[in-house]
């Protein structure tokens, strides 16, 4: 099972932070686990992704410096993984999705789908 907690998704003004939080669980300790958004009408596109060795990939420039990520292990059957998103601009507006897979591969490595949270920055 997966799941995206949705801790964190709503609306902030252009220049805030959010930071989203992921539960994710029922997988192997040895999945990437990483986060995705997609605009309406867009593709979905990766954002950043932690391997199971602590080793982030980063899918998209436009967040470098601006977004990490996070994950926490909390014991053998459950992890966190958080994105941090910090000068938000209104281009960053998308529903975030998490998902575990191979993070290499990117979109089509991903095997497990949490659902989707909405984040919307005012200009």
């Known amino acids: 099972l997966m799941s995206a907690a949705g801790v964190g998704g709503g609306l902030v003004q252009a220049g805030g932070s959010l930071r989203l939080s992921c539960a994710a669980s029922g997988f192997t300790s040895s999945y990437g686990i990483g986060w995705f958004r997609q605009v309406p009408g867009g593709l979905r596109e990766g954002v950043l992704c932690?391997?199971?060795?602590?080793?982030?990939?980063?899918?998209?420039d436009s967040v470098k410096g601006r977004f990490t990520i996070s994950r926490d292990k909390k014991d053998n059957t459950k992890e966190s993984v958080d994105l941090q998103m910090n000068s938000l601009q209104p281009e960053d507006t998308a529903v975030y999705y998490c998902?575990?897979?191979?993070?290499?591969?990117?979109?089509?490595?991903?095997?497990?789908w949490g659902k989707g949270t909405l984040v919307t920055v005012s200009s």
């Open positions: 932690v391997s199971s060795a602590g080793v982030t990939t980063t899918y998209v």
């Open positions: 998902a575990a897979g191979d993070c290499v591969e990117g979109f089509y490595g991903m095997n497990y």
